[in-house]
């Protein structure tokens, strides 16, 4: 299984830019990187995920590097309500009854902390 | 469309009851899994099921029960309850469409354990 590693905790100012970084070097090559957030006290929210190239949606902007070994999430522009806890997954492949699933494993995530 | 529905929100139990935390889903999503957090700890998975009959463990199962006998429902049972399952746990699902398919989370269930 591809693990993770990020920052136990980052600081932005708000309407600057949040780049969260995150090391998976064990990554397959069929493993897909993905980003979720967790709010204060709420289930955990989808942002984007990616496998080679760099993909960018409405909430953020993820980064992979060429070797896959690392990724970066931007917040193009932070707000007080981006801080929370914010995880980088990389998807497990196993079989169950004959069929492949991703199943998501969760580290500790970063606490990224907006501040005005 | 209520997406996935956890209850109780809250529970306090005693060493040794037992109980089961219900998790259902109205999307016919064929993924459901269990997750507990704790503090410092991350997400860790309990859990899962990829289809009805279909049931895995996950990270930590131990001291938890699953059962898939709907694609709706998949709810997870504490035998006997233990201070260490302390802990707030989330239950989630996914369709069939494949590894690139999002996961939906509950809201959570908040357990303490007296």
């Known amino acids: 299984d591809a693990k993770t590693t990020q920052p136990t905790s980052m600081d932005c100012a708000e309407g600057r830019a949040a780049n969260l970084p995150c090391n998976h070097s064990?990554?397959?090559?069929?493993?897909?990187v993905y980003w979720y957030r967790q709010i204060h006290s709420q289930g955990p929210q989808y942002i984007i995920h990616?496998?080679?190239n760099n993909e960018t949606n409405e909430m953020a902007s993820l980064i992979i590097t060429e070797d896959r070994k690392s990724s970066t999430l931007i917040l193009p522009h932070a707000t007080l309500r981006d801080t929370a806890v914010y995880y980088c997954?990389?998807?497990?492949?196993?079989?169950?009854?004959?069929?492949?699933?991703?199943?998501?494993?969760f580290g500790q995530g970063s606490i990224l902390t907006v501040h005005p | 469309n209520a997406g996935v529905t956890q209850t109780p929100k809250f529970q306090v139990l005693k060493t040794g009851q037992s109980m089961t935390l219900q998790c259902a889903q109205d999307?016919?999503?064929?993924?459901m899994s269990w997750y507990r957090q704790d503090p410092g700890m991350g997400l860790r998975l309990i859990h899962y099921s990829v289809g009805a009959g279909i049931t895995d463990q996950g990270e930590v199962p131990n001291g938890y029960n699953v059962s898939r006998s709907t694609t709706e429902d998949f709810p997870l049972r504490l035998l006997s309850a233990a201070p260490s399952q302390t802990s707030v746990y989330f239950c989630a699902s996914k369709n069939h469409g494949g590894l690139r398919t999002l996961l939906h989370f509950g809201n959570g269930t908040r357990l303490t354990v007296t």
């Open positions: 064990t990554i397959s090559g069929n493993e897909y």
């Open positions: 999307m016919n999503h064929e993924y």
């Open positions: 997954i990389v998807r497990v492949i196993t079989n169950a009854g004959g069929t492949s699933y991703g199943k998501l494993t």
């Open positions: 990616g496998l080679k």
